[in-house]
């Protein structure tokens, strides 16, 4: 009651909050004040009104910020917890500081504040880890608010700076934490960053050695500093699993909530990185911090090339290090250096920089892939808002990553390079690619194609991804070139590139790939003597080449649609329609388990009216396969497919449909039979009301036509079992059609069903089910749809859902 009295009285009469916070602020000063002074003190301190004061009068600010930051020393569990919340909701609020206040720091008379509170958090030995981590908290919002006035002096801000680099080696993990984020913020000016690829800065001398500059400098350099500070910043991160999640440091197994309000820093505006989505797997869960990696981008866009050479001892001993943790900061500060396109980074990069990153490629650890592949990433990616902007060393990573291994790289080596690769391609914007890099993308294309069929499954795998990567990014090129006229020194390239012959080399090796593994299938089940084996020792040799060449394909269409560029692809992925619909069952387990991983994501591909003739081709062409688990699976597909473009296809294109479907009622094997059932019970009811009643219409007819026969006993065997159980799925299939209702037609149909019920299996086990299933689905509203039939058609329902009993 009296904290909300004395709120009203501070509403009312602003002058009287000056003094108040000044006496509030005293009470947490006071070691002897009591725990519910202190809560009191708090409570009154953190209200709107205290808080907008705050940005306003100089005296009230220090004394409110030296107040909370001096009352360690109250030994009650709630008033610390009080005092804590007081701070970070001071945090959550600070919008800034008065051009007052800012000119009161800046004065010689008035000094004292920075003075104390930067002794506060340099001292992290006599004050507790949590005030030293408040005070640094403050430095640093005092250090922002500085430098956002033109006409502050930087000794502040080159002070905090300084601070906070010496504070990245610091034992405290939240220390660091905090660290982090105050570099990010506080390094943004870049004097030595190179303008284009070849010129220098256009800042004059005095602004590269600038006073921060120097200031850092004197930091840095010192004996063993850059070792520490990397020790340190491996502690943070942590590879399990659960708390690696990119852009938390780590935090979560050691900070508490408080801590991470402190440490977490709100006004860090910087944009999101990775910009592109990742779906390669390959790559694994990796523990890269973008923010480690800005630091020391920032660093030596601040400093030049001093840090480059601070650098090169301990970043050659992390590389080589044999713990994950050590390795993850090197890839940071590697990544940082090459995206910063700082003056002498060219030198320094044949000088010792290339020789390293050529080391990490060629060495056989595993565990570190992910970091370096976002290394590389990172290093590559594109600068500016739209992110088109190419980094000065892009083409040099490149060009170090595509170089070709030695002979006795193993398994691992390549498929650590392949992963780079596919790392690095995916940060390319396409329409804005050099001509450079499109030759990269030719050369890539054909070492591709030609190792498709490694031995390596993990290979293959990784092949499948750049490839997806690879042709996306040619045909995002393509249309870019469409639409815009092709630059001056490119026509030579785009009319290579619309030539498409990877296209047509892929197609043409897939329908040969396709042709021999079934032929070899068949041969297999065929072979029974060793003499043949022998004799076919060749072949089954080139058919297992054809086997690694598809699933390398599987891959490729898997990445593509993973990936959402597959729009770009479409026509790519209709031509492989048929080995995908093909190989679903095959003596190739991986094989067949990538070709139906592929067909879960392709059957809900809706492809454009340009597309739409050649998938019809090949579905109609699968329909009539001599393989019956070929039609099986084309019969799967379609019934997605009719699901997405019902409203797409043209009347011609539905009819040769419905007719294949109809066709496939009398197949030869039972199986195709059913499966065609279901899939015209669907297509009936997919809203195309004039081939669902033509249909109805004819199976009725010739249903009808077959029970008359029957009943005369006259020509029962010149219908093979496979007519008459076609007719039969006719009326299953118009009969599941309507499931719930109980239109003019279906007891006429249900009925004609029902007498079927006495032929021989499996006529007699589809009538059953399908009987059975039609009561169920009616079973709710049954007492009304009866009077739908008649006597008669009701006794023969009956007759047919009964069982028969054993003592009939």
Known sequence: LAGKSLLKLLKRWPPLLSKCVGSLSENL????????????????????????HLTTDPKSFSSFLLGILSSSHHESMKSQKAIIELFVKYNIHFAGLSKNILRSLDSSTSG???????????????????????????????????????????????ETAGHFLKNLKSQLPQTRILAISALNTLLKESPHKMQGKDQPPVSSQENANSSLDLALSQ???????????????????????????????????FQSMAD?????????????????????????????????????????????????????????????????????????????????????????WDSWIKVQLQNVILGQSVESIPEWATCIRYA?????????????????????????????????????????????????????MPVSEVKLHIVLLDELIHNMSHSSAQIREAIGVILSVLCSNIRLRMSYQQKHPSEEGRTDVDS???????????????????????????????DTSADVDMENAQSNGDSLDDVKWMETLFHFIISSFKSGRSSYLGDVIAGFLYPVISLQETSHKDLSTLAKAAFELLKWRVFPGSHLQKVIEVILSSADDSNWRIR??????????????????????????????????????????????????????????????????????????????????????TQSTAEVHGAVLGLVASVLSVPYDMPSWLPDHVTLLARFAGEPTPIKSTVTKAVAEFRRTHADTWNIQKDSFTEEQLEVLADTSSSSSYFA
């Open 29 to 52: 000063r006071n070691p002897d004040a009591p725990e519910n002074v202190v809560l009191g003190s708090c409570s009154i301190l953190s209200s709107q009104s205290v808080l907008k």
């Open 112 to 158: 004292d504040l920075v003075s104390q509170i930067s002794a506060m958090s340099f001292d992290s030995s006599s004050l507790h880890w949590r005030y030293n981590l408040m005070a640094n908290r403050v430095l640093l919002l005092l250090a922002m608010s500085c430098r956002m006035d033109p006409t502050f002096s930087f000794k502040i801000l080159n």
């Open 219 to 253: 930091i840095f350099q010192e004996e063993g500093f850059f070792r520490e500070t990397f020790e340190s910043l491996s502690h943070i991160h942590i590879t399990d699993t659960d708390s690696s999640s990119r852009g938390n440091h780590g935090s979560s197994s």
């Open 260 to 348: 991470k309000s402190i440490t977490r820093f709100y006004f860090e505006f910087s944009a999101s990185w990775p910009r592109t989505p990742s779906w390669i797997s390959l790559l694994g869960s990796d523990i890269f911090y973008p923010s480690f990696a800005r630091i020391f981008k920032r660093l030596a866009q601040e400093c030049g090339v001093p840090v480059l050479l601070a650098l090169k001892s301990p970043l050659e001993e992390f590389c080589n290090a044999k713990e994950r943790p050590k390795q993850c900061v090197a890839a940071e500060t590697l990544a940082g250096l090459l995206h910063s396109d700082v003056n002498g980074l060219v030198s320094e």
């Open 380 to 432: 590559v990616t594109g600068k500016g808002k739209q992110g088109t902007k190419i980094p000065i060393m892009r083409q040099q990573i490149l060009d170090c990553i595509v170089a070709p291994l030695p002979p006795t790289a193993t398994t691992t080596v390549v498929s650590k390079r392949y992963a780079f690769l596919s790392a690095a391609l995916i940060e390319l914007s396409p329409p804005k």
């Open 496 to 526: 290579q590139l619309k030539e498409e012959n990877w296209f047509k080399l892929i197609s043409a090796r897939a329908s040969e790939a396709v042709t021999n593994i079934q032929q070899a299938s068949i041969s297999d089940s065929l």
């Open 632 to 717: 099986s699976s084309t019969l799967t597909y379609l019934r997605s497919f009719m699901y997405r473009h019902t409203f797409l296809l043209a009347h011609e294109e539905k009819q040769k449909i419905w007719k294949t479907v109809e066709k496939l009622l009398v197949d030869s094997q039972v199986e195709v039979r059913e499966h065609a059932a279901a899939v015209l019970a669907g297509l009936m009811k997919g809203g195309d009301e004039d081939f669902a009643a033509d249909f109805r219409d004819r199976s009725y007819a010739e249903a009808n036509s077959i029970q008359k026969k029957r009943n005369r006993r006259k020509s029962s065997s």
